[in-house]
């Protein structure tokens, strides 16, 4: 484990990459290989305009940029870094009778400045500072991320081994540029999996682009994800930029991506093998940065054996796949979910419940959950909308469900300040005993269940019952 941690946190390692931008060629040059020999990764930009681009389109760690050029100038460079690239630290670069502008980029949030002609040594040394600093701002992101993956993996709550299986695929592809496929039913979680995907990765600041396929008529279609010229077409009043475009440097998430028409498939295609698109009623192709998230509820494997999907895009798609299993597959994690619901909802329309009654907790863990997790979430928002008494209690539950519940003890099973978020900042040991404690709770004291839901053997759950002196 605590190899684990330190490899995760272990930054020394990591490239630093630079983009540089003058509109001096030479000059640009010349400080990429004074920075390449220290270990960095450089990218030159030969003006302004190619300098905003580079950084529209790409993540860099820091920008150098010279103050004074044609076109856009240090400081609209430093502005634009700042937006698109809030972590990136910027060092300007400014000739002696410039240094008035210089003080005004500190006053903009550059890292720091550097007077010309270069000293190359103060150069690496600006830079070395800066890198140290970016390594250690990653190096807490990725501890406190460890401290939330406790439980779930930014949002997506499950403890599960199917949901464990699922959260270790999350944080080992996060950080890739790698294609992935999600698969699931619906309201399983998979724009919420895609999200943290991208919240996870080093396109995070960039835009994270959903678009639901089947939600749109095919002539819409095409024009929503590459977007069109004026007059392209009938209605095409004005210039529209499509949604691959529009998520450029980041993320575009294409649900249902098994109604998508041949024509449009074999369209996408081309865009995912040459990182170019051409809107509608248009002849220049432009190129864009993406990564693909898809997520399909349909069986896009027999769809491209039947040659209604393009075997080459399901193989370009399916890189990876994540398989989200349907929640009643997955009972064991309801009551953290109630829990996570719970605490939301309380929060949002500021009631305040003691929890959910026995009767009801047990109608709510035998329920098959059609519409999984989306459901179980209305579900528990309606009921605190309709309860009264502080407890939320089998009459609270629509007639489906209700009609599972097995008594009507009112004792509380749930309470919303119980469950995962209450463990955060206790010792792991303790952690382990509550939910080894839950475990056996859900399963009414079967040793072999709880052990399969805790993903752990059974002379493990043996020893470790007895370690913490747990009620068997
Ligand atoms: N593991 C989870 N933990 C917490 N919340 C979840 C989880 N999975 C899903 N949800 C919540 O359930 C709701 C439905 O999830 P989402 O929209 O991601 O499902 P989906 O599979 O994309 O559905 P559809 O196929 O119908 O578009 C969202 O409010 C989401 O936040």
Redesign the pocket.
């Known amino acids: 484990m605590t190899d684990h941690l330190d490899n995760d946190t272990d930054l020394t390692n990591v490239v630093i990459s630079v983009l540089i931008v003058d509109d001096d060629e030479a000059h640009a040059q010349a400080v990429a290989e004074s920075l390449v020999r220290i270990g960095c990764e450089c990218t030159t930009a030969n003006s302004g305009p190619k300098g905003i681009e580079c950084i529209e389109s790409e993540n860099y760690d820091i920008v150098i940029t010279d103050l004074k050029m044609d076109d856009v100038d240090g400081l609209t460079i430093l502005r634009k870094t700042k937006e698109e690239l809030p972590e990136a630290e910027v060092i300007v670069l400014t000739g002696y009778s410039s240094i008035h502008s210089a003080v005004t980029a500190m006053q903009g949030g550059a890292y720091t400045y550097l007077t010309k002609p270069l000293d190359i040594q103060e150069l690496r040394n600006a830079v070395e500072k800066a890198s140290t600093r970016i390594r250690l701002i990653r190096r807490n992101a990725a501890l406190n991320r460890r401290l939330d993956e406790r439980f779930?993996f930014e949002?997506?709550?499950?403890t599960s081994p199917s949901?464990n299986k699922?959260i270790e695929q999350l944080k080992n592809l996060a950080p890739t540029e790698t294609t992935v496929l999600?698969l699931?039913?619906?309201?399983?979680?998979?724009?919420?999996?895609?999200?943290a995907l991208h919240q996870n990765s080093p396109r995070k600041n960039k835009p994270f682009v959903p678009l639901?396929i089947s939600a749109l008529p095919e002539s819409i279609l095409e024009s929503e994800l590459f977007g069109h010229e004026q007059g392209a077409f009938t209605g095409a009043a004005t210039r529209r930029i499509g949604k691959i475009e529009h998520a450029n440097g980041g993320t575009l998430f294409l649900?249902?991506v098994g109604e998508m028409p041949m024509e449009t498939q074999i369209k996408l295609l081309r865009v995912l093998e040459d990182r170019k698109i051409t809107r509608l009623g248009s002849n220049e192709e432009r190129s864009v940065n993406i990564r693909l998230v898809a997520?399909t509820?349909a069986h896009l494997k027999e769809m491209m054996e039947e040659g209604s999907f393009r075997r080459d895009l399901y193989y370009r798609l399916s890189v990876v796949t994540i398989s989200?299993p349907p929640l009643r597959e997955r009972r064991g994690?309801i009551p953290l979910?109630i829990e996570?619901?719970l605490k939301e909802f309380c929060q949002r329309h500021q009631k305040e419940v003691q929890g959910v009654s026995r009767a009801a907790r047990h109608a709510l863990m035998s329920f098959d959950w059609p519409?999984?997790?989306?459901q179980?979430?209305n579900t528990i928002e309606g009921m605190l909308a309709l309860d009264t008494d502080g407890l939320l209690d089998v009459d609270d539950l629509p007639d489906e469900i209700s009609s599972l519940a097995d008594g009507d003890g009112d004792e509380i099973t749930l309470g919303v300040s119980s469950g995962a978020d209450m463990m955060i900042g206790k010792p792991l040991r303790d952690v382990e005993a509550y939910y080894i404690a839950r475990s056996l709770e859900l399963t009414e004291g079967k040793r072999e269940e709880a052990a399969k839901l805790l993903g752990i053997g059974e002379r493990t759950l043996y020893r470790k019952i007895k370690e913490y002196g747990l009620k068997q």
């Open positions: 779930g949002g997506v709550i499950g949901m699922v999600i699931g039913e619906s309201g399983t979680g998979k724009e919420l999996v895609a999200r639901n649900d249902e997520a509820n989200l994690d979910l996570h619901f519409g999984n997790i989306r179980l979430r």
